[in-house]
Structures are given as C-alpha cells and as structure tokens.
C-alpha cells in the first residue's frame, strides 16, 4: 500500500482566517505606536480631572482608557511577536502569540468592568454632586481622540481579531465619552447627582458588550477550532468533489495566528498520484475560495490509511 505524501509549500495569496478576502496592511505598527501616546496622554488628563471634578463617570471612563492602552501594547507585542521567523522548536514562528494577545486584551476588559462597576455602585448609595461642565469639556476631548485612534485601526479590523479589538475597543469608547457628555448636560438640566454613576454603569454595559465578541472568538481560535467564516462542511465538498479523489479523511482547519489559516487533508485517489499542478490547483482553491493560505495535502493510493482523527467519510 503506497501512500505519496504531497507537503507542499503554502500557497501565500491570503484572504486569511475566514474573514473575506480582506488584504489589510500587515504592518500596524505605527497605529499602535500613536494610538498608544495618544491615549496615554488622555488618560492622564482624564483622570486628573475626574479627581477635581468629583466625576465617576470620567474616572471610569479614564480607568477603562488605561485598560485600552494595555490592551493596545498587549496587541500589538502580540503582532510583533507573530513576525518572528520559525525555528526547530517554534516551527510556525510565534504566530499564536496575536490569538493569546486577543484572548488577553478581552480578560483585561473584564477586569476594567468590575472595578468601574464596584465604585459606580458606591457612588449610587451616596451620589456626589459634579462640575458638569469641565466634565463635559474633557469627555468631548475624549471623543476626538478615541474616534482618531479607531480610524488608525479600522482598516484591518475586518481581516484580524487582534486589530479589530483595538479598532472596537476604541469605537466604543468613543461612545462611552458621548455618554458622559450627555450625563454631564443631563446633570446641569436636572441637578440629580446619580446620573454620574448611572452613566459609569452604562459604561460597564457598552464594555462587555464590545468585549463579549472579542472573547468569545480569540478564545474559539485559541482553541484551534475552524476559524469564523470557515464552512468545513463546504471546505470537505470541494476537496471531495476534485476529480479522481475517492475519499476524503482526517481534513482538519485551524488557526495559526489572527490571519493565517491552516489545512491538512488525507485525499484517497486509487488511479494515482495526480502530480503537482493538481496540488498547486487546489492550495489555490483552498487559498482564493476559503481564506486558507496553509494547505498540506496528503495523497494515498489505498483506503487502509487513516489516522482516526476527524474522520469523514463520502
């Protein structure tokens, strides 16, 4: 029983991770290198001013810009850590390093709700009265600079999840400092002192909203599960209906990074080997119809062959 193993080189015309056939720029290096300056700044003047406002709502929203920035280094050591080359130990590089950089600016997030959500709570059993209009005065600065650093991102927020949590994470704090200038308006027009930590709540809400996306998928592809927007079942259709193959086993797809997708697949074809440009063909089918830029085909003469993983059968 002969088995051909076809390891063939990785076709490289990405449309990665399932996620369209986006071709966002690989670098974001100087997005997250100004992003990151800019919302250091902010948090510093945020924060100083919530103190001297007496304003909740502006030291929740500066706490959750602080987490932000975390996030943002934590993302972007994440991206620079995928660049590394392969080595004898690592030989996929450090790609994985942008999935646990996703996985942990969500935990971050989380955290950065509960305290915000523990002092607004507080507040709430003893409201304190608020210089509304300085308060709205830095939230409004807060916009500007929130929405900037989103649109650092927002090109490559469709192709990888590590660079749309930071473009989400500051979308939605862009949001945020619009609520805390409504609060601020509220306030003068009312003069009830719980619409600041009411709004701090709110805060915590659009929080784990933006958040629950984020953790829910950088924790499905840090489980190597098939990348969103992958259909295995269509995936299994098209190797399955390539002329001479008979049967299809053991296909696994998973996630090598945030925008790298990876294939293996047993083809069972008992005329013969097929000869590269059928391998070369179907890399890139795999490539231009799928968003997988990593295909590894195995092809086998006989039908013993099967190493009992994932197993599909036509």
């Keep these: 029983m002969g088995h051909d193993h076809a390891n063939h080189g990785h076709s490289h015309g990405h449309a990665h991770g399932g996620h369209g056939h986006s071709h966002a720029p690989a670098d974001f290096g100087r997005a997250f290198a100004i992003g990151t300056a800019l919302n250091l700044l902010f948090v510093g003047i945020e924060g100083g001013a919530g103190f001297l406002t007496n304003s909740v709502a502006l030291l929740a929203d500066a706490g959750h810009n602080l987490s932000d920035v975390l996030g943002l280094l934590i993302a972007w050591g994440g991206a620079e850590l995928a660049k590394r080359p392969t080595s004898k130990r690592f030989t996929y590089g450090l790609r994985g390093s942008s999935i646990l ?136 259709a098209m190797l399955e209906g390539l002329p001479g193959v008979a049967r299809l086993h053991d296909l696994h797809i998973w996630p090598m990074s945030t925008t790298e997708t990876a294939l293996t697949a047993h083809l069972v074809m008992q005329g013969g080997h097929p000869g590269d440009a059928f391998l070369a063909s179907t890399q890139h089918r795999l490539s231009h119809d799928f968003g997988i830029g990593h295909a590894t085909l195995q092809i086998e003469l006989s039908e013993a062959a099967d190493c009992g993983m994932g197993e599909r059968t036509v």
């Design 101 to 236: 950089a996703a996985l942990a600016n969500a935990l971050v997030l989380l955290v950065a709700v509960g305290a915000i959500a523990l002092e607004a709570f507080r507040r709430l059993s003893d409201p304190q009265p608020i210089e509304a209009g300085p308060v709205m005065i830095v939230a409004a600065i807060g916009i500007l600079v929130n929405l900037g650093t989103a649109m650092l991102f927002a090109s490559g927020r469709k192709g990888d999840v590590n660079i749309r949590g930071a473009f989400l994470h500051m979308a939605a704090d862009a949001a945020v400092s619009a609520g805390v200038v409504i609060a601020g308006a509220l306030y003068l027009w009312s003069g009830a002192a719980w619409i600041d930590p009411a709004v701090s709540l709110l805060v915590v809400a659009v929080i784990l909203w933006s958040t629950w996306g984020l953790l829910k998928e950088s924790t499905v592809l840090a489980l190597q599960a098939v990348p969103p927007g992958i259909d295995p079942d269509k995936v299994a």
